[in-house]
């Protein structure tokens, strides 16, 4: 746990499912534009220890107590894919809000240099794809959800 602090845990949400974070959840996709200009996201291939192992999805977890998604998503990143460039510029989000209690903020960060490892047992490999690599994967059902609001905020941002 984290100074205490920590929104780790599952709650039976208003809409009577049972979600990850006690306080919700946040994830964050990154984006390095190449030198023709297309974009590339860092999604994480999740083991079998994490739910919907497996599949590719973005960083993410629960946000502690008082954090911002962009905080925790950044934090949780950091945990499960090392180390993020200084330059990680916030570029847009999107929120999933199943329950009057509960949502998950993804976050759109770009980044001029690709990075990421698996690095923890939450991951198993980490890469970067075309959008429209994206389509083809076997993404998290939560993440394939999200995903057609994520390319918007991507290949719209300057």
Not at 13 to 42: E, K, N, Q, T
Request: aromatic share 10%; hydrophobic share 35%; net charge negative.
């Amino acid at each position: 746990m984290r100074s205490g602090r920590s929104g780790d845990g599952f709650m039976r949400c208003s809409d009577g499912h049972i979600r990850w974070g006690l306080h919700g959840a946040a994830g964050v996709v990154f984006v390095h534009r190449g030198a023709d200009g297309h974009p590339y996201v860092m999604l994480q291939k999740r083991s079998a220890m994490a739910h919907e192992g497996g599949t590719w999805s973005c960083a993410g977890g629960a946000l502690d107590l008082g954090e911002t998604p962009l905080e925790g998503g950044l934090r949780e990143a950091s945990e499960e894919v090392g180390n993020i460039p200084p330059d990680a510029r916030p570029i847009g989000h999107y929120v999933f809000r199943p329950a009057d209690d509960w949502h998950y903020t993804t976050v759109v960060v770009e980044v001029t240099e690709r990075f990421g490892d698996s690095i923890n047992f939450e991951t198993d490999a980490v890469g970067w794809f075309t959008p429209d690599e994206v389509e083809s994967l076997a993404t998290h059902v939560g993440f394939s959800a999200a995903w057609p609001h994520l390319r918007r905020i991507i290949e719209t941002a300057d």
